[in-house]
Nanobody, 119 residues
């Protein structure tokens, strides 16, 4: 599975942004997908994940209620809708995929897309 993230940019606090991740490969629909992020000077952290069917999701407490992960298996795409953005959401965001929804570290990664939230 190959992944390519896009949609990053600059936004003011309280605003919204939608990230997209285009996937390729015939087995994408069997893979769980996730978003991670890495803020400057910090370790990469989990943001959200969704199982292959879309029936199960998990969010980090820091984004719960503000971010929504979704996928379109027909279009082989994954999205992250980010609302009520905060300055602490500033980070490089990565999409990832793995056959195992519960994997500690997902196997396939896209390049990051930068999100900058200003006050």
């Amino acid at each position: 599975v190959q992944l390519q993230a896009s949609g990053g940019g600059s936004v003011q606090a309280g605003g919204s942004l939608r990230l997209s991740c285009a996937a390729s490969g015939p087995s994408f629909l069997h893979h769980a997908v996730a978003w991670y992020r890495q803020a400057p000077g910090k370790e990469r952290e989990f943001v959200a994940r969704m199982c292959s069917s879309g029936g199960a999701t998990l969010y980090a407490d820091s984004v719960k209620g503000r971010f929504t992960i979704s996928r379109d298996n027909a279009l082989k795409s994954v999205s992250l809708q980010m609302n009520s953005l905060k300055t602490e959401d500033t980070a490089v965001y990565y999409c990832a995929a793995d056959l195992n929804y519960y994997a500690r570290t997902y196997r396939y990664w896209g390049q990051g897309t930068l999100v900058t939230v200003s006050s």
